[in-house]
């Protein structure tokens, strides 16, 4: 695996740890680094007499250190990848010594130990009759707010847009606090997401519409819910904010085993120091396209680890639903590799979004491949992607602008990116034949 580094400061838990990564990411500190195909580990001298001992195992990326940092992963595994994915000479290609052996042999035996406990551990015994009608009860109190939400849309369409203003703006908070009083917190994130379209330039009042008349089919979606197909009521489901168990999904939801080509990874800041990480997947021989969505609070790293630009055989667990997009990965996972990048045409990838948001139409976000593309400025530096006679709006932040721009030089080139049915997110670049992107976007 030959790691960039901007996929290395994707895995970063912070802005903190990445100029601190940076900082230590110099030969001089590190009087011994060696790598093999298992693994990446160096010797860094810190204040202490001991030199802090840190290790990669490339098969996750995991990482183990010394050091007493709680954060994962710590400054000096980043600052350690830093220096392979700038001077990979430096590294001497060798056997692991006992203390990076001994870790990836306990990994291994983890593992196996894991593996062994699920195979024994029993099955809980769930009263089907009391799991029924907790259920019913749950829906019936969503319904009866999905009832209240659609009077109160009424009255929003009533009174107007143009009329909407701070103090008007409190009725929604109530509004969304209400829907997670009654068990539907996706529909109150949905109605204050909806706040924060106000006044947000030209052509809001048209985006809080869409929003609006998003929530208005949900409701009469709720409303006749049971007469939808499993996989509508399993996305009104999600749309409530009503998770559906993951465990339940690794059994018995549709699984897929392939070579999945990591298109790009994208890393936000939610509310209540919640971070939010969107991996989009490839699938080599199905050609099927799979996002996984995880949470972590308060800096802490992520359970697997997901690089962009890689590639790794697995298993993917899907969960219910129309869209067929949101995945889970089983824990049985390749060493990372080289991507395989898919051969993508344009009027495919709209028609298959097109049949996705016709499926289901609360569905926010696409992967979109562009292929044989052309990075253009706009002026005022904004960007956009001429392809097939059509340009597509970016959206992307000043410095990743640039080097976008800069590094396609205008020739052609492949783009995977986040569709919101406006504009383009991108995340990773690439040109045709290459191994290795042309550009990836800094996720932090």
């Known amino acids: 695996m030959t790691l960039t580094i901007e996929g290395v400061l994707a895995l970063a838990p912070d802005d903190a740890s990445v100029r601190a990564a940076r900082g230590l990411a ?35 990326p995991a990482f183990r250190c010394t050091c007493p940092s709680r954060k994962f992963p710590c400054k000096h595994g980043l600052a350690l990848l830093i220096i392979q994915a700038e001077s990979s000479d430096l590294f001497r290609t060798t ?13 291994k035996e983890k593992a196996q130990k894991t593996q062994e406990r699920r195979a024994e551990k029993p099955v809980a015994l769930v009263d089907p009759e009391a799991a029924a009608r907790r259920q019913q009860q749950r829906w019936q109190r969503i319904e009866g707010a999905a009832q209240e939400l659609e009077r109160w849309l009424a009255d929003q369409i009533a009174r107007g847009l143009g009329a909407l203003n701070a103090d008007s703006l409190e009725g929604w908070f109530t509004m969304a606090a209400r829907l997670v009083d009654a068990q539907a917190p996706g529909l109150g994130q949905r109605v204050r997401g909806a706040t924060w379209l106000v006044g947000g330039g030209a052509g809001w009042p048209e985006r809080l519409l869409e929003r609006l008349g998003l929530l208005q089919l ?54 209540d120091n919640l971070t939010e990480r969107r991996v ?11 996002w996984l969505l995880d949470h972590a609070f308060g800096g802490r790293g992520f359970e697997q680890s997901w690089v962009s ?15 067929g997009l949101r995945a889970l990965s089983t824990e049985e996972r390749s060493a990372v590799a080289d991507p395989i990048w898919p051969e993508a045409k344009l009027e495919n990838e709209w028609s298959t979004i097109g049949d996705r948001v016709a499926a289901s139409p609360w569905v926010s976000l696409h992967p979109l491949v562009v292929p044989d593309a052309v990075v253009t400025n706009r002026g005022g530096g904004r960007l956009a992607l001429v392809a097939a ?37 991108p995340l990773t670049a690439w040109c045709a034949g290459a191994e290795r992107p042309l550009w990836q976007r800094s996720v932090i």
């Open 309 to 323: 630009a890689t590639s790794l055989k697995t298993t993917l667990a899907f969960f219910p639903g129309a869209s």
């Open 95 to 107: 056997a692991s010594p006992a203390w990076v052996t001994e870790w990836l042999a306990s990994r």
């Open 218 to 271: 949900a409701c009469e979606g709720l409303r006749r819910r049971e007469s939808l197909s499993e996989a509508l009521q399993a996305d009104l489901r999600t749309v409530v904010g009503w998770p559906h168990d993951k465990a339940e999904v690794v059994a018995q939801g549709e699984r897929v085993t392939d070579r999945w080509t990591v298109l790009g990874v994208a890393i936000e800041e939610r509310e």
């Open 389 to 425: 006679n059509r340009a597509l709006p970016l959206t992307l932040g000043s410095a990743d602008s640039w080097r976008l721009l800069a590094q396609s030089g205008g020739r052609p080139l492949n783009l995977a990116g986040e569709w919101n049915g406006h504009e383009l997110r």
């Open 280 to 290: 989009w997947l490839h699938g080599e021989r199905s050609g099927r396209r799979a």
């Open 26 to 60: 110099s030969p001089a500190k590190w009087p011994v680094l060696g790598a093999n195909d298992e693994a990446v580990w160096g010797e860094c001298q810190g204040s202490g007499s001991k030199p802090y001992q840190t290790q990669v195992d490339l098969s996750g």
